[in-house]
């Protein structure tokens, strides 16, 4: 069985920083693409970051563009975001998410791409 575990989420005060971590288990993603999205209350899911299978090629919400820094460690099956000068309106659930858009150089920033889903990690960002 295929899952996506995150995880590092919390609370911190607005100005701080979290790096959240996304574990596959049951098969490995170093093909294809990965992404993070979040969900804050009352709010559709929405694209944060996204890293092409090499780790070359990342995009990002130009929300958070400047401030996370999403990066995978194939060797590990692993994938980050780090989240610094986080502002209360990150406030958000955040999802980790693979596409099997495999030895793509771009990747997708729509929900539809994405085939597997964590059960996320909340993020609380305080004022």
């Known amino acids: 069985q295929v899952q996506l575990v995150e995880s590092g989420g919390g609370l911190v005060q607005a100005g701080g920083s979290l790096r959240l971590s996304c574990a596959p288990s049951?098969?490995?993603?170093?093909?294809?693409?990965m992404g993070w999205f979040r969900q804050a209350p009352g709010k559709e899911r929405e694209f944060v970051a996204a890293i092409n299978w090499r780790g070359t090629s990342t995009f990002y919400a130009d929300s958070v563009k400047g401030r996370f820094t999403i990066d995978r460690d194939n060797a590990k099956n692993m994938m980050y975001l780090q989240m610094n000068s986080l502002k209360p309106e990150d406030t958000a659930v955040y999802y980790c998410?693979?596409?099997?858009?495999?030895?793509?150089?771009?990747?997708?920033?729509?929900?539809?791409?994405?085939?597997?889903w964590g059960q996320g990690t909340q993020v609380t960002v305080s004022s």
């Open positions: 049951g098969r490995t993603f170093s093909s294809d693409c």
């Open positions: 998410a693979a596409d099997l858009l495999t030895y793509s150089s771009r990747c997708s920033s729509y929900l539809n791409s994405y085939d597997y």
